[in-house]
């Protein structure tokens, strides 16, 4: 299912569920596309703890990154020399209870994959190992969201790369809908495998269901006076004439 689809799937549901008792302006498809996204980075880091879910089933492919030299911001994690380092920037990298969401940063045509780390500890460890102290590495900056919502990955030991403009990321993102509209890939099918595409559903239905149900709960008339509950008293005959 695409991501319009399973919104417009969630609405049938609850709109159903509520007798049709809804109008456009309350509930709209848009209103659910953020919700989906939400639910799906919920359902897919609960999973990932016990490693119950294909991540390849979740990832998104951006090709044709621009790499961008910049200097690093003196607030950043990354105390490695240099003024002027190759970079990415992603969006929003989902977060995990095991496994990378990166699985694979490297030129477009796959045969030059780059070693992804997100802690200071693994790009020392990188830098001392004489296996891999000469390879080209990336650190994840998870802490660079601006406004944009992007994320920084800094590239090093780039020297066999001079000239690189463009990489190639395959990601599992915090909020597919904007990898969807960058690409405009509205007809393709969301990244989430249909077991997630059925919980998201059922999910956000039935908190839809739950909350207007909620608002429109009919009082009930008060029958008690004085503590006491009233009986109905019977109808009084007329007099026959």
């Keep these: 299912m695409t991501h319009n689809e399973i919104a417009s799937s969630i609405r049938n549901h609850v709109v159903d ?5 809804i109008s456009d302006q309350e509930f709209s498809i848009a209103q659910l596309i953020d919700e989906i996204d939400l639910t799906r980075a919920q359902l897919i880091y609960t999973l990932s703890l016990n490693q119950k879910i294909d991540l390849n089933s979740l990832a998104q492919t951006q090709s044709s990154v621009p790499v961008k030299c910049r200097s690093m911001n003196a607030s950043c994690e990354c105390f490695l020399p240099g003024d002027s380092i190759p970079s990415i920037s992603v969006p ?16 477009n045509d796959l045969r030059d994959p780059i070693d992804v780390y997100y802690g200071m500890s693994e790009v020392r460890d990188h830098e001392i190992r004489m296996t891999t102290r000469h390879r080209p590495f990336a650190w994840v ?32 993102y915090d909020n597919p809908s904007q990898v969807i509209s960058e690409y405009s890939l509205e007809e393709t099918e969301y990244p989430a495998p249909p077991t997630i595409q059925l919980q998201i559903i059922n999910t956000l239905t039935e908190k839809y269901i739950r909350y207007y149900r909620s608002l429109n709960v009919m009082p009930l008339a008060n029958q008690q006076a004085d503590g006491l509950i009233t ?6 005959q007329q007099p026959q004439q």
């Design 141 to 172: 900056d998870l802490s660079s969201h601006d406004n944009s919502g992007l994320t920084d990955i800094w590239l090093f030991n780039m020297s066999a790369y001079i000239g690189l403009k463009f990489m190639k990321v395959v990601g599992i």
């Design 17 to 21: 569920g509520l007798s049709g008792a």
């Design 92 to 107: 929003k990298l989902s977060r995990l209870g095991k496994g990378s969401p990166v699985l694979y940063l490297g030129t």
């Design 231 to 236: 009986q109905p008293t019977a109808p009084q």
